[in-house]
């Protein structure tokens, strides 16, 4: 991509744009052609045109664009198509203006000559750009199942989690020696956390690029006149005037709207979003092209690589410094916008959509599904973070006393995100005059088109930006320590006798590793390759792990077993209604929604963008790779003992020498009540199934 020069010195004639551009624009074979009064004539009557079109051409006929009288050049469309957006940009000097009009179908563009001296025009921006997340499922239809797992199955396993390595003071990894036989749990969870890790990593590579972008003299997501640019941008929803009058690239037309395959082909975009997906990610056509490497992602990314390393270097004690300010400081500025969006036109109705309910969406599986797992990312659970910290708790503290405090508090931000996110949607829908679920595409860089928007309508808005992208780096780094503390702390323990004392030079190896493995991530098509890693890598993984730990934890090391050791710890037994959730209802949930994940969970998409198949394909064989550990684990443990079936089970199940608490007098206290400690139900079936001849 190169710059666009903005020089009038030189007029660009619309017979030579339209020559230009003819080169690279697909033939259609129209059974049907008219001129460019017909169209206008057809646009402006929807009922005749849609009596006109073929049965196969099934296109919302928009009012719009009527523009008798024009002189026209390269006129002949396809009465299937109907034009539905126009874009002004500067032909020459004078009055004389060219209209670039884009067809549905996107299988060319009509250039209209106008004389301003002359003719009038009438023009009405049509955006019907949706939201990904909201056009599948409302946020009100959401929010249901959303907390109903995070009561029936995430607060559960929260407690399961933190209990176990609190007790053992054992990360991820090695916390499953309290059942040899399905080790390859915390592998697994080694492994979500080393893809999530470099995801995160990625996020923050964004943020940083903001942040140096914020400092421009003219914050680049509120003007329509940047190279990045198409003709189909406008700086102001819902302003007809804020559209850009500036020469068109056209090879960069050529590039971001012809072939941008994730956009809808008949709307604009607004400055913020083009930004992002041309200004930043340079989004190539989709999956199968991955382009260049962007340099500016690229040097972003290793910064955020080397701050990550500066933050983990000396483990936990540096981490905790850290998260004072960044735990702390998200709130101070969302705070500001919810202020500030909430004194805008519209913010109230986008706060009544975000908790209206469209009930019949609870019909649908995926709804159930996505809430399901969205608590899972929203609360830690199956991904080995939240084991890794609470291994570093004292023993004797309450392990409910946080469950009760982070899911409070944590979904509780939700909520309050929530409410800043659609207050300012509803500010944007208001400005376009579009409904709420129109106003932005893009699904994983959500927080990169809303955001910026809001801040523009704030006073000393660099410095508002500046503080919010710099709130989202912190809030990277912040979430990103858990998956990579899982990670170095896995490593290490796996031979702590020699890599104790090298702390340092393995998380300088991790990061490095990490560096390279997101490097796909800052190219053309890295964004089509994140939204997939990131669909597949939390879905089938997440939901067995989650599975399994309940029934190793209830009904192999045994739930009573359990109950004695919290009681150990806390003073207090295992919580009843979370015992009887964790025994029956969260497995049987986790287990049922793992069955419908292998049928009915929809393939991603990334805006009009749908994966082909093999894309698909590689995003199963990743949450296959992440699963694979635990039964190659289980058939290993299996295989090395001697034995029968039932007895190489029984060994395989049965607790290892090394599982306990780690401090000395709680350890001594702990073998002293051991045998006095039940056996759990399973391993009391296997028993009798030994003694049976």
């Not at 002359?118 to 959401?142: C, H, K, T």
């Not at 399961?160 to 990894?173: D, G, N, V």
């Not at 599986?365 to 969205?374: G, K, R, S, T």
Request: aromatic content about 12%; proline content about 4%; hydrophobic content about 45%.
């Amino acid at each position: 991509m190169h710059s666009t020069s903005h020089s009038t010195s030189h007029s660009i004639s619309s017979q030579h744009i339209s020559q230009h551009i003819s080169k690279h624009i697909s033939q259609h074979n129209a059974q049907h052609e008219l001129t460019a009064h017909q169209t206008a004539h057809l646009t402006a009557h929807p009922t005749e045109s849609a009596q006109n079109t073929s049965p196969s051409s099934s296109l919302d006929i928009f009012q719009a664009t009527a523009m008798d009288g024009f002189e026209c050049t390269d006129v002949e469309v396809n009465v299937t198509s109907i034009i539905v957006s126009w874009k002004k940009i500067r032909s020459g000097g004078g009055n004389v203006m060219v209209w670039v009009g884009l067809q549905q179908d996107r299988s060319r563009l009509i250039l209209v000559e106008e004389n301003l001296n002359e003719q009038r025009y009438r023009d009405e921006i049509i955006n019907p750009v949706v939201l990904l997340f909201l056009r599948r499922n409302g946020p009100g239809a959401f929010l249901i199942p959303y907390f109903m797992g995070i009561i029936t199955c995430s607060v559960p396993l929260f407690f399961l989690e933190i209990t176990i390595s609190q007790f053992s003071s054992r990360s991820a990894a090695p916390v499953w020696v309290l059942c040899p036989l399905f080790k390859g749990i915390g592998i697994s969870q080694v492994l979500t956390s080393s893809f999530g890790g470099v995801l995160y990593n990625v996020i923050i590579s964004w943020s940083m690029y903001y942040i140096y972008t914020s400092f421009w003299s003219v914050l680049p997501w509120t003007t329509c006149d940047n190279w990045w640019n198409t003709p189909m941008c406008v700086s102001k929803l819902g302003n007809v005037s804020s559209i850009s009058e500036t020469h068109v690239h056209i090879n960069a037309v050529e590039e971001r709207l012809f072939y941008s395959a994730w956009r809808k082909s008949n709307v604009t975009l607004t400055a913020s979003e083009e930004f992002w997906q041309y200004g930043t990610l340079r989004v190539s056509s989709g999956i199968d092209n991955f382009g260049s490497v962007q340099v500016h992602l690229l040097l972003c990314n290793l910064a955020s690589w080397v701050v990550a390393f500066l933050c983990l270097m000396k483990g936990v004690r540096s981490v905790g410094k850290v998260l004072y300010v960044t735990a702390l400081l998200p709130y101070m500025l969302l705070t500001v916008l919810l202020i500030r969006s909430c004194m805008m036109p519209g913010a109230g109705d986008g706060i009544i959509y975000f908790f209206r309910t469209d009930f019949s969406r609870l019909a649908s599986v995926q709804v159930w599904l996505e809430a399901l797992l969205q608590g899972f990312y929203s609360t830690g659970v199956t991904y080995g973070g939240l084991i890794t910290m609470s291994s570093y708790n004292n023993f004797n503290n309450r392990p409910l006393k946080d469950l009760v405090l982070v899911t409070v508090i944590g979904e509780a931000s939700s909520i309050f995100c929530g409410l800043v996110v659609f207050s300012t949607l509803g500010f944007m829908a208001h400005q376009a005059q579009v409904l709420i679920s129109e106003v932005v595409s893009s699904g994983s860089g959500l927080g990169f088109i809303i955001f910026p928007e809001a801040i523009a309508q704030l006073p000393v808005s660099h410095l508002w930006a500046v503080l919010f992208f710099l709130m989202l780096f912190m809030m990277g780094i912040d979430s990103m320590f858990g998956p990579a503390e899982t990670i170095i702390a896995g490593i290490i323990e796996a031979c702590p006798k020699y890599l104790q004392e090298r702390r340092m030079c393995v998380t300088a190896g991790v990061c490095l590793v990490g560096f390279v493995l997101s490097i796909p991530f800052v190219t053309e098509g890295g964004i089509f390759l994140f939204q997939l890693i990131e669909w597949y890598s939390s879905s089938f993984s997440t939901l067995l792990i989650g599975c399994l730990e309940c029934v190793v934890i209830n009904w192999i090391y045994g739930s009573n077993r359990l109950s004695n050791d919290i009681e150990m710890m806390a003073g207090r037994r295992f919580p009843v209604l979370l015992k009887l959730l964790s025994l029956y209802l969260t497995p049987f949930i986790l287990f049922a929604s793992l069955i419908c994940s292998l049928f009915l969970y929809d393939p991603p998409s990334y805006g009009e963008f749908i994966y082909p198949e093999y894309a698909r394909v590689i995003g199963i064989m990743v949450a296959v790779v992440m699963s694979l550990p635990i039964p190659i684990t289980f058939v290993y443990q299996v295989v090395k003992r001697k034995g029968s079936l039932c007895e190489r089970l029984s060994l395989a199940s049965r607790l290892s020498p090394e599982w306990g608490p780690s401090r000395a007098e709680d350890r001594e206290i702990y073998l002293q009540n051991s045998e006095s400690h039940p056996q759990s139900v399973i391993m009391r079936i296997i028993s009798r199934t030994r003694r049976s001849p």
